[in-house]
T-cell receptor, first 111, second 117 residues
Framework: QQPVQSPQAVILREGEDAVINCSSS?????VHWYRQKHGEAPVFLMI?????EQKGHEKISASFNEKKQQSSLYLTASQLSYSGTYFC????????????FGQGTRLTINP | ETGVTQTPRHLVMGMTNKKSLKCEQH?????MYWYKQSAKKPLELMFV???????ENNSVPSRFSPECPNSSHLFLHLHTLQPEDSALYLC????????????????FGPGTRLTVL
């Protein structure tokens, strides 16, 4: 079952922070985060495996709350290069190791 | 070449044409995937191959025909497509979900932008 991302779109000014959420109706094995710039391939950012786990990539970090069956992606002091569409992909216990992507969150950073 | 490459990057075809999309991965992976990405829709998984064996076919119309001759190459053969098939077609590869399980990470190619007239 497809995870639900929120918000669908965010517009920020450079230097502001953003949070993107990814929620599942089923218990999660892992959460994968990708960023796709317009006209380019989705690029893998990070994977989270354990409840409460946090990871970081540049000034982008993420958390995984196993009990709430959700993950959040945090973008701190956003840069123009962070613009793009962010996708979460989830692997659930009932999903037969299958990675299912959310609908994406479009992030626009303005100078 | 590194990573995952796809050719052509852009393709315009009529509904009666036959064309093929090509994907090549240089990562030593055993699994390869085709996805369809339409505007304002999530990534739709079409086919999965593991060690050249098709392990998933997500109810894709027969006008799309995949081929995986070896673990580095994947093709998508197209014939008698419809205008609603216009989309970005993405190829991805991974170690192998049956081996790596929930840690299996997919790496994407740049995609082929397909327009069906």
């Amino acid at each position: 079952q497809q995870p639900v991302q929120s918000p669908q779109a965010v517009i920020l000014r450079e230097g502001e922070d953003a949070v993107i959420n990814c929620s599942s109706s089923k218990a999660l094995y892992s959460v994968h985060w990708y960023r796709q710039k317009h006209g380019e391939a989705p690029v893998f950012l990070m994977i989270l495996l354990k409840g409460g786990e946090q990871k970081g990539h540049e000034k982008i970090s993420a958390s995984f709350n196993e009990k709430k069956q959700q993950s959040s992606l945090y973008l701190t002091a956003s840069q123009l290069s962070y613009s793009g569409t962010y996708f979460c992909g989830t692997v659930t216990f009932q999903g037969a190791q299958k990675l299912v992507f959310g609908q994406g969150t479009r992030l626009t950073i303005n100078p | 070449e590194t990573g995952v490459t796809q050719t052509p990057r852009h393709l315009v075809m009529g509904m009666t044409n036959k064309k093929s999309l090509k994907c090549e991965q240089h990562l030593g992976h055993n699994a390869m995937y085709w996805y369809k990405q339409s505007a304002k829709k999530p990534l739709e998984l079409m086919f999965v191959y593991s060690l050249e064996e098709r392990v998933e076919n997500n109810s894709v119309p027969s006008r799309f025909s995949p081929e995986c001759p070896n673990s580095s190459h994947l093709f998508l053969h197209l014939h008698t497509l419809q205008p609603e098939d216009s989309a970005l077609y993405l190829c991805a590869s991974s170690q192998d979900p049956r081996v790596a399980g929930p840690t299996d990470t997919q790496y994407f190619g740049p995609g082929t932008r397909l327009t069906v007239l």
